[in-house]
């Protein structure tokens, strides 16, 4: 049902109510979308009130009308009956880390670095 993903931004390691950012479409490159936007947010790491709102923009980017496509919430994620992802990314502003993890668990699959997420996910520039 769609291509659907999860990313969770964090302020750090003891806050577990992270800002949810829920998408419809995009999941096949959500990790693609979420380097384009922490990389974009680079400049405010430590600060993790604007990273979260420069991420979130980037990655909703000219959607933001929509009525349909994208959600944000607070909360457990694990209590949610939607969506069908197989993977949350969470975005730890504070560690500055990438975890992926499985879904309605806290079982991380793997753990980036933002350097190494940003190697690994970030897209070439297109001449």
Known sequence: MGDRYVVGFRTNEKDKTPVWLYSHYGGKNSGQLVARAVEVARERWSDPSYATRIAISMIVGENWGDSTGFGISAGDYNSY?????????????????????????????VNYGFDVF??????PARV
């Not at 940003?118 to 897209?123: A, G, R, T």
Request: aromatic residues 6%; charged residues 25%; proline residues 3%.
């Open 81 to 109: 009956s939607e969506p069908n992802a197989d993977e949350v990314l969470i975005v730890n502003w504070e560690d500055q880390t990438v975890s992926v993890v499985e879904s309605r668990s806290d079982n991380v699959l």
């Open 118 to 123: 940003l190697s690994v996910f970030k897209q």
